[in-house]
Protein backbone atom coordinates (compact mmCIF):
# COMPACT_ATOMS: atom_id res chain seq x y z
CA UNK A 1 0.00 0.00 0.00
CA UNK A 2 2.85 2.52 0.52
CA UNK A 3 4.49 1.54 -2.78
CA UNK A 4 2.72 5.07 -4.07
CA UNK A 5 4.72 7.15 -1.68
CA UNK A 6 8.29 5.63 -2.65
CA UNK A 7 7.58 6.97 -5.97
CA UNK A 8 8.85 10.40 -7.78
CA UNK A 9 5.09 11.90 -7.30
CA UNK A 10 6.29 15.34 -9.21
CA UNK A 11 8.81 15.39 -12.04
CA UNK A 12 9.63 18.16 -14.91
CA UNK A 13 10.18 16.83 -18.30
CA UNK A 14 13.26 18.92 -19.88
CA UNK A 15 13.85 18.62 -24.13
CA UNK A 16 17.22 20.14 -25.81
CA UNK A 17 17.11 19.77 -29.26
CA UNK A 18 20.42 21.27 -31.37
CA UNK A 19 19.34 22.24 -34.59
CA UNK A 20 22.22 22.04 -37.48
CA UNK A 21 23.29 25.57 -37.09
CA UNK A 22 23.33 25.16 -33.28
CA UNK A 23 20.29 27.04 -32.52
CA UNK A 24 19.14 25.32 -29.38
CA UNK A 25 15.13 25.22 -28.48
CA UNK A 26 13.87 23.97 -25.01
CA UNK A 27 10.69 22.75 -23.64
CA UNK A 28 9.66 21.59 -20.15
CA UNK A 29 6.85 20.13 -18.97
CA UNK A 30 6.20 19.88 -15.18
CA UNK A 31 3.86 16.73 -14.05
CA UNK A 32 2.72 15.50 -10.40
CA UNK A 33 0.79 12.53 -9.56
CA UNK A 34 -1.31 11.90 -6.69
CA UNK A 35 -2.61 8.48 -6.06
CA UNK A 36 -3.72 7.63 -9.36
CA UNK A 37 -4.53 11.01 -10.73
CA UNK A 38 -1.70 12.82 -13.31
CA UNK A 39 -2.15 16.62 -13.70
CA UNK A 40 0.16 18.95 -15.78
CA UNK A 41 1.19 21.46 -13.32
CA UNK A 42 3.72 23.55 -15.84
CA UNK A 43 3.93 24.10 -19.23
CA UNK A 44 7.08 26.08 -20.73
CA UNK A 45 7.58 25.73 -24.61
CA UNK A 46 10.49 27.14 -26.78
CA UNK A 47 13.10 28.69 -24.42
CA UNK A 48 16.51 29.35 -26.07
CA UNK A 49 18.58 28.07 -23.53
CA UNK A 50 17.76 26.61 -20.10
CA UNK A 51 18.52 29.85 -17.82
CA UNK A 52 14.93 30.34 -17.82
CA UNK A 53 14.06 26.97 -16.48
CA UNK A 54 15.42 28.29 -12.95
CA UNK A 55 12.11 31.07 -13.21
CA UNK A 56 9.84 28.22 -13.70
CA UNK A 57 10.43 25.02 -11.36
CA UNK A 58 11.62 25.27 -7.95
CA UNK A 59 15.07 23.78 -7.25
CA UNK A 60 15.43 19.98 -6.53
CA UNK A 61 12.97 19.19 -8.92
CA UNK A 62 13.51 16.12 -10.25
CA UNK A 63 14.33 15.98 -13.96
CA UNK A 64 14.00 14.11 -17.24
CA UNK A 65 16.13 15.41 -19.89
CA UNK A 66 15.32 14.45 -23.29
CA UNK A 67 17.81 15.32 -26.01
CA UNK A 68 17.38 15.49 -29.95
CA UNK A 69 18.89 16.97 -32.99
CA UNK A 70 22.38 17.93 -33.79
CA UNK A 71 24.69 15.27 -31.68
CA UNK A 72 22.63 12.63 -31.54
CA UNK A 73 22.83 10.01 -34.03
CA UNK A 74 20.21 7.65 -35.04
CA UNK A 75 20.53 4.01 -36.60
CA UNK A 76 17.47 1.64 -37.40
CA UNK A 77 18.40 -1.53 -37.39
CA UNK A 78 16.77 -5.51 -37.19
CA UNK A 79 15.44 -5.85 -33.72
CA UNK A 80 17.94 -6.29 -31.06
CA UNK A 81 17.85 -7.17 -27.80
CA UNK A 82 20.77 -5.32 -26.58
CA UNK A 83 23.36 -3.03 -27.56
CA UNK A 84 26.94 -4.45 -26.43
CA UNK A 85 30.83 -3.67 -27.64
CA UNK A 86 30.30 -6.62 -29.50
CA UNK A 87 27.39 -5.32 -31.76
CA UNK A 88 27.88 -1.69 -31.26
CA UNK A 89 29.80 -1.48 -35.04
CA UNK A 90 26.62 -2.44 -36.60
CA UNK A 91 25.26 0.68 -35.17
CA UNK A 92 28.31 2.67 -35.36
CA UNK A 93 31.42 1.44 -37.10
CA UNK A 94 34.72 2.00 -35.49
CA UNK A 95 33.15 3.44 -32.43
CA UNK A 96 33.80 2.62 -28.81
CA UNK A 97 30.62 2.28 -26.83
CA UNK A 98 32.37 3.33 -23.67
CA UNK A 99 32.35 6.50 -25.08
CA UNK A 100 28.33 6.81 -25.58
CA UNK A 101 25.26 6.65 -24.08
CA UNK A 102 23.10 4.44 -25.99
CA UNK A 103 19.21 4.30 -25.94
CA UNK A 104 17.95 0.88 -27.85
CA UNK A 105 13.65 1.33 -28.80
CA UNK A 106 12.67 -2.09 -29.91
CA UNK A 107 9.25 -1.94 -31.47
CA UNK A 108 7.79 -4.41 -33.94
CA UNK A 109 10.59 -6.17 -35.69
CA UNK A 110 12.63 -2.97 -35.87
CA UNK A 111 15.57 -1.62 -33.07
CA UNK A 112 15.80 2.65 -33.07
CA UNK A 113 18.83 3.00 -31.68
CA UNK A 114 20.48 6.22 -30.56
CA UNK A 115 23.48 7.06 -29.31
CA UNK A 116 25.05 10.33 -27.93
CA UNK A 117 28.52 10.86 -26.76
CA UNK A 118 28.82 11.21 -22.75
CA UNK A 119 30.77 14.52 -22.66
CA UNK A 120 27.92 15.89 -24.97
CA UNK A 121 24.94 14.75 -22.50
CA UNK A 122 27.13 15.43 -19.64
CA UNK A 123 27.17 18.77 -20.62
CA UNK A 124 23.63 19.46 -20.58
CA UNK A 125 23.13 17.16 -17.41
CA UNK A 126 26.10 19.41 -15.35
CA UNK A 127 23.83 22.70 -16.54
CA UNK A 128 21.00 21.37 -15.07
CA UNK A 129 22.66 20.16 -11.83
CA UNK A 130 24.21 24.25 -11.63
CA UNK A 131 20.89 25.25 -11.71
CA UNK A 132 19.56 23.30 -9.19
CA UNK A 133 17.73 20.22 -10.92
CA UNK A 134 18.34 16.93 -10.12
CA UNK A 135 18.71 14.97 -13.27
CA UNK A 136 17.49 11.30 -12.84
CA UNK A 137 16.87 10.01 -16.28
CA UNK A 138 17.90 10.03 -19.85
CA UNK A 139 15.99 9.72 -23.19
CA UNK A 140 16.65 10.45 -26.79
CA UNK A 141 15.27 11.40 -29.70
CA UNK A 142 10.82 11.05 -30.14
CA UNK A 143 10.85 7.40 -28.78
CA UNK A 144 9.03 8.21 -25.17
CA UNK A 145 6.46 9.40 -26.93
CA UNK A 146 5.35 5.28 -27.29
CA UNK A 147 4.42 5.47 -23.31
CA UNK A 148 1.81 8.12 -23.99
CA UNK A 149 0.64 7.53 -27.19
CA UNK A 150 -2.86 6.33 -25.59
CA UNK A 151 -3.41 9.74 -24.36
CA UNK A 152 -2.48 11.80 -27.36
CA UNK A 153 -5.70 12.99 -29.78
CA UNK A 154 -3.47 11.18 -32.39
CA UNK A 155 -5.39 8.51 -34.63
CA UNK A 156 -3.95 7.98 -37.53
CA UNK A 157 -0.88 5.89 -38.10
CA UNK A 158 1.49 8.53 -38.96
CA UNK A 159 1.42 11.21 -35.81
CA UNK A 160 2.84 14.36 -36.51
CA UNK A 161 4.32 16.73 -33.96
CA UNK A 162 6.97 19.12 -33.09
CA UNK A 163 8.60 18.31 -36.17
CA UNK A 164 8.46 14.40 -35.82
CA UNK A 165 6.64 11.70 -38.00
CA UNK A 166 6.16 8.84 -37.09
CA UNK A 167 5.40 5.89 -39.41
CA UNK A 168 3.32 3.17 -37.80
CA UNK A 169 1.14 -0.01 -38.53
CA UNK A 170 -2.44 -1.46 -37.84
CA UNK A 171 -0.48 -2.77 -35.12
CA UNK A 172 1.08 0.50 -33.38
CA UNK A 173 4.39 -0.50 -34.17
CA UNK A 174 6.83 1.85 -35.12
CA UNK A 175 8.05 1.46 -39.08
CA UNK A 176 9.83 4.65 -39.51
CA UNK A 177 10.49 8.10 -38.63
CA UNK A 178 11.76 11.15 -39.69
CA UNK A 179 12.67 15.25 -38.51
CA UNK A 180 11.26 17.99 -40.52
CA UNK A 181 11.00 21.53 -38.77
CA UNK A 182 8.30 22.61 -41.31
CA UNK A 183 5.88 19.31 -40.30
CA UNK A 184 3.39 20.53 -36.99
CA UNK A 185 0.37 18.74 -36.24
CA UNK A 186 -2.96 19.07 -38.29
CA UNK A 187 -5.05 19.66 -35.49
CA UNK A 188 -4.85 21.00 -31.63
CA UNK A 189 -3.00 18.11 -29.31
CA UNK A 190 -4.73 17.31 -26.06
CA UNK A 191 -3.51 15.15 -23.49
CA UNK A 192 -6.56 13.30 -22.35
CA UNK A 193 -9.42 16.35 -22.78
CA UNK A 194 -5.86 19.22 -22.10
CA UNK A 195 -4.85 20.65 -24.65
CA UNK A 196 -0.81 21.23 -25.00
CA UNK A 197 1.90 22.73 -27.29
CA UNK A 198 2.76 20.10 -29.49
CA UNK A 199 6.29 20.87 -28.70
CA UNK A 200 5.37 19.78 -24.88
CA UNK A 201 4.65 16.50 -26.31
CA UNK A 202 8.26 15.03 -25.57
CA UNK A 203 8.86 16.96 -22.45
CA UNK A 204 5.15 15.30 -21.33
CA UNK A 205 6.45 11.93 -21.99
CA UNK A 206 9.89 11.88 -20.22
CA UNK A 207 8.16 13.30 -17.34
CA UNK A 208 6.12 10.86 -17.45
CA UNK A 209 8.13 7.67 -17.58
CA UNK A 210 10.00 9.70 -14.63
CA UNK A 211 7.34 9.68 -12.75
CA UNK A 212 5.95 6.19 -13.59
CA UNK A 213 9.27 4.67 -13.67
CA UNK A 214 8.43 1.95 -11.52
CA UNK A 215 5.15 0.98 -13.34
CA UNK A 216 6.23 1.23 -17.19
CA UNK A 217 9.32 0.12 -19.55
CA UNK A 218 10.53 3.54 -19.99
CA UNK A 219 12.73 4.30 -22.84
CA UNK A 220 15.92 5.70 -21.77
CA UNK A 221 19.84 5.66 -22.35
CA UNK A 222 22.07 3.25 -20.43
CA UNK A 223 23.72 6.85 -18.08
CA UNK A 224 24.56 4.51 -15.12
CA UNK A 225 24.87 7.84 -13.14
CA UNK A 226 21.28 8.91 -13.76
CA UNK A 227 20.22 5.31 -13.00
CA UNK A 228 21.89 5.08 -10.00
CA UNK A 229 20.56 8.51 -9.06
CA UNK A 230 17.39 7.56 -9.70
CA UNK A 231 17.82 4.24 -7.50
CA UNK A 232 18.99 6.67 -4.15
CA UNK A 233 16.36 9.35 -4.72
CA UNK A 234 13.28 6.36 -4.65
CA UNK A 235 15.47 4.76 -1.51
CA UNK A 236 15.42 7.83 0.16
CA UNK A 237 11.79 8.70 -0.38
CA UNK A 238 11.09 5.22 0.94
CA UNK A 239 13.07 5.75 3.86
CA UNK A 240 11.73 8.49 4.68
CA UNK A 241 8.04 7.11 3.99
CA UNK A 242 9.26 4.57 6.59
CA UNK A 243 10.61 6.41 9.02
CA UNK A 244 7.41 8.27 9.13
CA UNK A 245 5.65 5.23 9.58
CA UNK A 246 7.55 3.99 12.02
CA UNK A 247 6.89 7.15 14.33
CA UNK A 248 3.10 7.13 13.20
CA UNK A 249 3.05 3.37 14.69
CA UNK A 250 4.45 5.09 17.87
CA UNK A 251 2.77 7.86 18.34
CA UNK A 252 -0.13 5.79 18.13
CA UNK A 253 1.07 3.46 20.72
CA UNK A 254 2.13 6.28 23.16
CA UNK A 255 -1.55 7.89 22.47
CA UNK A 256 -3.02 4.06 23.27
CA UNK A 257 -0.72 3.97 26.34
CA UNK A 258 -2.06 7.00 27.57
CA UNK A 259 -5.85 6.49 26.97
CA UNK A 260 -5.53 3.20 28.48
CA UNK A 261 -3.13 4.93 31.65
CA UNK A 262 -5.97 7.72 31.71
CA UNK A 263 -9.13 5.23 31.61
CA UNK A 264 -7.31 2.78 34.12
CA UNK A 265 -6.99 5.76 36.11
CA UNK A 266 -10.42 6.92 36.06
CA UNK A 267 -11.77 4.31 36.72
CA UNK A 268 -9.52 3.80 40.11
CA UNK A 269 -11.13 7.07 40.93
CA UNK A 270 -14.81 5.88 40.73
CA UNK A 271 -14.39 2.73 42.49
CA UNK A 272 -12.83 4.33 45.02
CA UNK A 273 -15.57 6.49 44.97
CA UNK A 274 -18.02 3.56 45.20
CA UNK A 275 -16.13 1.84 48.22
CA UNK A 276 -16.64 5.37 50.11
CA UNK A 277 -19.34 5.50 49.24
CA UNK A 278 -20.36 1.87 50.59
CA UNK A 279 -18.68 2.97 53.84
CA UNK A 280 -21.13 5.48 54.64
CA UNK A 281 -22.86 4.70 58.06
CA UNK A 282 -26.12 2.01 58.18
CA UNK A 283 -28.50 5.00 59.82
CA UNK A 284 -27.28 7.65 56.76
CA UNK A 285 -28.48 4.58 54.58
CA UNK A 286 -31.85 3.92 56.37
CA UNK A 287 -32.32 7.75 56.28
CA UNK A 288 -32.06 7.53 52.73
CA UNK A 289 -34.34 4.79 51.97
CA UNK A 290 -36.81 6.27 54.28
CA UNK A 291 -36.96 9.50 52.46
CA UNK A 292 -37.39 7.62 49.00
CA UNK A 293 -40.14 5.24 50.71
CA UNK A 294 -41.60 8.72 52.43
CA UNK A 295 -41.59 10.22 48.31
CA UNK A 296 -42.98 7.15 46.69
CA UNK A 297 -45.86 7.06 49.09
CA UNK A 298 -46.17 11.13 48.23
CA UNK A 299 -46.44 9.98 44.44
CA UNK A 300 -48.43 7.14 44.84
CA UNK A 301 -51.28 9.17 46.77
CA UNK A 302 -51.23 12.11 44.36
CA UNK A 303 -52.01 9.44 41.64
CA UNK A 304 -48.51 10.37 39.77
CA UNK A 305 -48.13 8.07 37.02
CA UNK A 306 -45.40 9.69 34.55
CA UNK A 307 -45.47 12.16 31.88
CA UNK A 308 -49.17 10.97 30.74
CA UNK A 309 -51.51 13.68 29.18
CA UNK A 310 -54.44 12.33 30.10
CA UNK A 311 -57.00 14.74 28.38
CA UNK A 312 -55.51 13.38 25.20
CA UNK A 313 -56.35 9.76 25.59
CA UNK A 314 -60.27 10.81 27.08
CA UNK A 315 -60.29 12.73 23.32
CA UNK A 316 -59.07 9.47 21.20
CA UNK A 317 -61.86 7.52 23.11
CA UNK A 318 -64.23 10.15 22.33
CA UNK A 319 -63.45 10.37 18.90
CA UNK A 320 -64.30 6.83 18.65
CA UNK A 321 -67.84 7.27 19.75
CA UNK A 322 -70.34 5.84 17.65
CA UNK A 323 -73.63 7.96 17.44
CA UNK A 324 -76.00 5.31 18.98
CA UNK A 325 -74.21 6.01 22.48
CA UNK A 326 -74.81 8.34 24.97
CA UNK A 327 -71.40 9.77 26.74
CA UNK A 328 -72.38 9.76 30.42
CA UNK A 329 -69.22 9.90 32.30
CA UNK A 330 -65.71 9.78 32.44
CA UNK A 331 -63.63 8.68 34.93
CA UNK A 332 -59.80 8.39 35.15
CA UNK A 333 -58.48 6.00 38.55
CA UNK A 334 -61.98 5.44 39.64
CA UNK A 335 -62.02 4.60 42.96
CA UNK A 336 -61.62 0.61 44.00
CA UNK A 337 -64.60 -0.17 46.37
CA UNK A 338 -63.92 -3.73 46.91
CA UNK A 339 -60.15 -2.59 47.87
CA UNK A 340 -61.41 0.35 49.99
CA UNK A 341 -64.29 -1.69 52.08
CA UNK A 342 -61.27 -4.35 52.86
CA UNK A 343 -58.15 -1.61 53.66
CA UNK A 344 -60.81 0.43 55.14
CA UNK A 345 -59.39 3.33 53.27
CA UNK A 346 -60.26 5.17 49.95
CA UNK A 347 -57.89 2.86 47.40
CA UNK A 348 -58.10 4.32 43.80
CA UNK A 349 -57.40 1.95 40.28
CA UNK A 350 -54.44 2.66 38.64
CA UNK A 351 -53.69 3.24 35.07
CA UNK A 352 -57.64 2.62 34.37
CA UNK A 353 -60.01 4.60 32.59
CA UNK A 354 -64.12 4.12 33.55
CA UNK A 355 -66.31 5.49 31.33
CA UNK A 356 -70.20 5.13 31.81
CA UNK A 357 -73.03 6.02 29.40
CA UNK A 358 -76.41 4.89 27.28
CA UNK A 359 -77.07 2.75 24.34
CA UNK A 360 -80.36 1.15 23.55
CA UNK A 361 -78.13 -2.21 22.67
CA UNK A 362 -75.10 -3.45 23.17
CA UNK A 363 -73.72 -3.72 19.87
CA UNK A 364 -72.81 -0.09 18.95
CA UNK A 365 -70.68 -0.60 22.74
CA UNK A 366 -69.15 -3.43 21.97
CA UNK A 367 -68.05 -1.79 18.23
CA UNK A 368 -66.87 0.76 20.55
CA UNK A 369 -64.66 -1.63 22.37
CA UNK A 370 -63.42 -2.90 19.61
CA UNK A 371 -62.20 0.27 17.89
CA UNK A 372 -60.49 1.32 21.19
CA UNK A 373 -58.44 -1.74 21.28
CA UNK A 374 -57.15 -0.50 18.25
CA UNK A 375 -55.09 2.38 19.96
CA UNK A 376 -51.47 1.27 20.94
CA UNK A 377 -51.60 2.84 24.22
CA UNK A 378 -54.42 0.89 24.88
CA UNK A 379 -53.67 -2.42 27.08
CA UNK A 380 -56.93 -3.71 27.70
CA UNK A 381 -60.68 -2.88 27.06
CA UNK A 382 -63.50 -4.29 29.45
CA UNK A 383 -67.24 -4.62 29.65
CA UNK A 384 -68.02 -4.14 33.57
CA UNK A 385 -71.50 -3.76 33.57
CA UNK A 386 -74.63 -3.35 30.86
CA UNK A 387 -78.33 -3.40 32.05
CA UNK A 388 -81.47 -2.17 30.78
CA UNK A 389 -83.40 0.28 32.59
CA UNK A 390 -87.30 -0.16 31.84
CA UNK A 391 -88.38 3.51 32.79
CA UNK A 392 -85.64 4.82 30.56
CA UNK A 393 -86.30 2.78 27.58
CA UNK A 394 -82.39 2.19 27.11
CA UNK A 395 -79.49 0.25 28.47
CA UNK A 396 -76.31 1.42 30.92
CA UNK A 397 -73.61 0.10 30.49
CA UNK A 398 -69.59 1.13 32.17
CA UNK A 399 -66.43 0.07 30.46
CA UNK A 400 -63.23 0.25 31.69
CA UNK A 401 -60.18 0.91 30.01
CA UNK A 402 -56.64 -0.21 31.31
CA UNK A 403 -53.76 2.33 29.55
Not at 187 to 211: G, R, T
Not at 258 to 281: D, G, Y
Amino acid sequence: MLEQYYRINQAAGISIHTENDGTVSVSACGIAVTKAQLTIEKKVPNLHGLEGLKHEFPSKTFVSLNLAGKGVLYKQVEKTEGISAVNFNKVLPNGNIADFYVQNFISGDYSFVAVIRKSEADKWIGQLQNLGFVPLMLSLGPFPVINVIPQLNLYDKALIFAGYTINRNDSGEWLSWRYDPSAVAQFPIKIESEAIHESLVIPYAAAFQLALARKIDAVQADADSLAEALKNSVRERKLKVQGFVVLAVFFVLLLVNFCLFSWLNSSNMRLTEQVSRSAQSTDDIQKITEEVQQKEGLLKVLGWEGNINKSALVDQVASLLPPEITWKEVTIDPVDLAGSRQQKQIVFYTRKIRVTGMSEKIIPVNEWIARIKTRPWVKNVQLDSYTFNSELNTGQFSILIDY
